[in-house]
C-alpha cells in the first residue's frame, strides 16, 4: 500500500488569494452597477519588453531550423545568459560570482521550494512575519514545521520573527536556536527593505553560527536607495552563509514567460560539503533546464535596449506605489514601502482588523486590497497594495479611498 506524505494533509487550505477573490465577487454579483478597482493584484500587467519579443522571435525561428535547433540544454543554464548576470547584476556592483555559482531556473518559486531539498529535515526555519507563503509552506511539506496552530495562525517549529511597524520592519536576531533564515528584501508584502548595516548584521551572525540565510532578491529592481544592497553579495562574508534568488518575473515583466535564477557560492559549505555541488546535483537530478527560447528573451533584457525599456515599466510600477502610499499618508493612515518596491503595506485605521478594512474598501471605495493577516499573524492591522495595476485607476482608487476615509 502507498503511503502519502502526511505533511500535506497538515496544511491550511490557501485562504488569501481564494478568499480575496470569493469577497469580490460576491459583492459584483450583489452589486453589478459598480466597477471595483484591484489595487491587490500580485502580476505584472504591462507586456514584454520590445527587445525580449524580438529576442524570443528570434530564438523560435532558430528552433524552426535543423541547423540552429537547440534539444536540452545544460541544466544550469546556457552560458550566454549566465555570462551576462554575472557581468551585469554582480560584477557591475562590484562583486565577483562565478558563472558556475549561477543556476538558471523557471523562476524564484520553483527556487525557494525546491532549495529545502539540500538540507536536513531537522533544521530549524525562521521567517519574517508577515511573509511570502511559499517559504513556509514548502518547510511545512517537508516536516520542518511541526504542526499548524490555526488559532494562532502559525506553525509550532517555525520561528515566526515578526517585523512590524513598531520594529522598523528589521527582523530581531533569534534568541533560539536557528539553522535556516528566510529573508526577502525589499519584502513581499511590507515593501520595506534592509540596508546594508542590518544585512551584516545578519550575515556576521549566520557566519558566526553557520546557519544559511536563503536571501530572496525577486524585487531588487525596485531599489531607489543608496544603502541597500540589490545582492546579499555585496555584504561582506555573505559567500560563506548565503543563498540568493532572483526573478525576471517583477524586473521584466516574465510572470508568465518564467525565468529565475539561483546563486549558490562555492564558498559555502556545511557538514563539509559544497552546497553548490549539493544544489547542482539537485538541478541537474530533478529539473532539465529552463527552455533555450526563454533563456534568449532574459539575455535580452541586458542589452542597453533591453535595459532602458524594462526600466521604465520598473518605474512606472513604483511611480504607482509611490501614488498610494502619498495618497494614503495625506489621508491620515500609516503607510510603508514604495520605495524601493512595488507595494505599500499600510496601517488600518482605528484598529480595525485586516479583513475588516478589506470590507470597508470594498463596500464603500470599490477598491480591492489584500488584508496583511493572511501573510501571517503579525500582518493583522494592515492591509497591502501594489502598484501593478494601470496609473490612472491607481490614481482613482486612491482618490476613492481617501474620501472613504474623511468621511471615517
Ligand atoms: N519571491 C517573492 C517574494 C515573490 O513575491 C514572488 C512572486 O510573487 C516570487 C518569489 C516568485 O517569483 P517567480 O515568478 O520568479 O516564481
Same mark, same amino acid.
Given at each position: 500500500?502507498?503511503?502519502?506524505?502526511?505533511?500535506?494533509?497538515?496544511?491550511?487550505?490557501?485562504?488569501?488569494?481564494?478568499?480575496?477573490?470569493?469577497?469580490?465577487?460576491?459583492?459584483?454579483?450583489?452589486?453589478?452597477?459598480?466597477?471595483?478597482?484591484?489595487?491587490?493584484?500580485?502580476?505584472?500587467?504591462?507586456?514584454?519588453?520590445?527587445?525580449?519579443?524580438?529576442?524570443?522571435?528570434?530564438?523560435?525561428?532558430?528552433?524552426?531550423?535543423?541547423?540552429?535547433?537547440?534539444?536540452?540544454?545544460?541544466?544550469?543554464?546556457?552560458?550566454?545568459?549566465?555570462?551576462?548576470?554575472?557581468?551585469?547584476?554582480?560584477?557591475?556592483?562590484?562583486?565577483?560570482?562565478?558563472?558556475?555559482?549561477?543556476?538558471?531556473?523557471?523562476?524564484?518559486?520553483?527556487?525557494?521550494?525546491?532549495?529545502?531539498?539540500?538540507?536536513?529535515? #531537522?533544521?530549524?526555519?525562521?521567517?519574517?512575519?508577515?511573509?511570502?507563503? /511559499? &517559504?513556509?509552506? +514548502?518547510? %511545512?511539506?517537508? $516536516?520542518?514545521?511541526? #504542526?499548524?496552530?490555526?488559532?494562532?495562525?502559525?506553525?509550532?517549529?517555525? /520561528? &515566526?520573527?515578526? +517585523?512590524? %511597524?513598531?520594529? $522598523?520592519?528589521?527582523?530581531?536576531?533569534?534568541?533560539?536556536?536557528?539553522?535556516?533564515?528566510?529573508?526577502?528584501?525589499?519584502?513581499?508584502?511590507?515593501?520595506?527593505?534592509?540596508?546594508?548595516?542590518?544585512?551584516?548584521?545578519?550575515?556576521?551572525?549566520?557566519?558566526?553560527?553557520?546557519?544559511?540565510?536563503?536571501?530572496?532578491?525577486?524585487?531588487?529592481?525596485?531599489?531607489?536607495?543608496?544603502?541597500?544592497?540589490?545582492?546579499?553579495?555585496?555584504?561582506?562574508?555573505?559567500?560563506?552563509?548565503?543563498?540568493?534568488?532572483?526573478?525576471?518575473?517583477?524586473?521584466?515583466?516574465?510572470?508568465?514567460?518564467?525565468?529565475?535564477?539561483?546563486?549558490?557560492?562555492?564558498?559555502?559549505?556545511?557538514?563539509?560539503?559544497?552546497?553548490?555541488?549539493?544544489?547542482?546535483?539537485?538541478?541537474?537530478?530533478?529539473?532539465?533546464?529552463?527552455?533555450?527560447?526563454?533563456?534568449?528573451?532574459?539575455?535580452?533584457?541586458?542589452?542597453?535596449?533591453?535595459?532602458?525599456?524594462?526600466?521604465?515599466?520598473?518605474?512606472?510600477?513604483?511611480?504607482?506605489?509611490?501614488?498610494?502610499?502619498?495618497?494614503?499618508?495625506?489621508?491620515?493612515?500609516?503607510?510603508?514601502?514604495?520605495?524601493?518596491?512595488?507595494?505599500?503595506?499600510?496601517?488600518?485605521?482605528?484598529?480595525?482588523?485586516?479583513?475588516?478594512?478589506?470590507?470597508?474598501?470594498?463596500?464603500?471605495?470599490?477598491?480591492?486590497?489584500?488584508?496583511?493577516?493572511?501573510?501571517?499573524?503579525?500582518?493583522?492591522?494592515?492591509?497591502?497594495?501594489?502598484?501593478?495595476?494601470?496609473?490612472?485607476?491607481?490614481?482613482?482608487?486612491?482618490?476613492?479611498?481617501?474620501?472613504?476615509?474623511?468621511?471615517?
Amino acid at each position: 500500500m502507498a503511503h502519502i506524505n502526511h505533511n500535506y494533509l497538515k496544511l491550511p487550505g490557501s485562504y488569501l488569494f481564494s478568499e480575496v477573490a470569493r469577497r469580490i465577487r460576491a459583492y459584483s454579483e450583489a452589486h453589478p452597477d459598480r466597477e471595483i478597482i484591484k489595487l491587490s493584484i500580485g502580476d505584472v500587467t504591462r507586456p514584454l519588453a520590445p527587445a525580449v519579443i524580438q529576442a524570443l522571435h528570434a530564438a523560435v525561428e532558430e528552433q524552426a531550423q535543423a541547423e540552429t535547433f537547440h534539444g536540452y540544454g545544460p541544466e544550469q543554464g546556457y552560458d550566454f545568459l549566465r555570462c551576462a548576470i554575472v557581468e551585469q547584476d554582480f560584477r557591475a556592483r562590484g562583486v565577483e560570482i562565478d558563472k558556475d555559482e549561477i543556476f538558471i531556473s523557471d523562476g524564484a518559486k520553483s527556487d525557494c521550494g525546491n532549495i529545502g531539498d539540500i538540507f536536513s529535515a #531537522d533544521n530549524v526555519v525562521a521567517v519574517c512575519d508577515p511573509v511570502y507563503p /511559499v &517559504y513556509v509552506d +514548502t518547510n %511545512a511539506m517537508a $516536516g520542518r514545521a511541526g #504542526d499548524y496552530d490555526a488559532r494562532r495562525g502559525g506553525w509550532s517549529r517555525i /520561528v &515566526y520573527m515578526p +517585523t512590524t %511597524a513598531e520594529n $522598523g520592519f528589521v527582523p530581531a536576531l533569534p534568541d533560539k536556536t536557528v539553522d535556516l533564515v528566510y529573508l526577502c528584501s525589499p519584502s513581499n508584502p511590507t515593501g520595506t527593505a534592509l540596508n546594508r548595516a542590518q544585512l551584516q548584521t545578519w550575515v556576521d551572525w549566520a557566519n558566526e553560527h553557520d546557519a544559511v540565510i536563503l536571501f530572496d532578491a525577486a524585487y531588487e529592481a525596485f531599489i531607489t536607495q543608496d544603502d541597500v544592497p540589490h545582492s546579499i553579495y555585496e555584504v561582506e562574508g555573505a559567500k560563506t552563509c548565503a543563498i540568493e534568488f532572483r526573478s525576471f518575473s517583477k524586473t521584466a515583466g516574465f510572470t508568465g514567460t518564467r525565468c529565475g535564477y539561483a546563486v549558490v557560492p562555492k564558498a559555502l559549505v556545511r557538514d563539509g560539503a559544497s552546497l553548490n555541488a549539493l544544489w547542482n546535483r539537485h538541478q541537474t537530478t530533478k529539473f532539465n533546464g529552463t527552455s533555450y527560447i526563454v533563456q534568449r528573451g532574459a539575455a535580452a533584457v541586458y542589452t542597453s535596449e533591453g535595459q532602458r525599456q524594462i526600466r521604465a515599466d520598473i518605474d512606472y510600477y513604483r511611480s504607482n506605489a509611490q501614488t498610494i502610499k502619498a495618497g494614503l499618508t495625506e489621508a491620515g493612515l500609516e503607510a510603508f514601502g514604495a520605495d524601493n518596491s512595488p507595494y505599500v503595506w499600510a496601517k488600518t485605521p482605528g484598529n480595525l482588523g485586516s479583513w475588516e478594512f478589506f470590507d470597508l474598501l470594498l463596500d464603500r471605495a470599490n477598491v480591492a486590497v489584500t488584508p496583511g493577516a493572511g501573510f501571517g499573524p503579525s500582518g493583522e492591522g494592515y492591509i497591502r497594495m501594489t502598484g501593478f495595476g494601470d496609473a490612472e485607476d491607481t490614481r482613482r482608487a486612491v482618490e476613492r479611498i481617501r474620501s472613504v476615509l474623511e468621511h471615517l
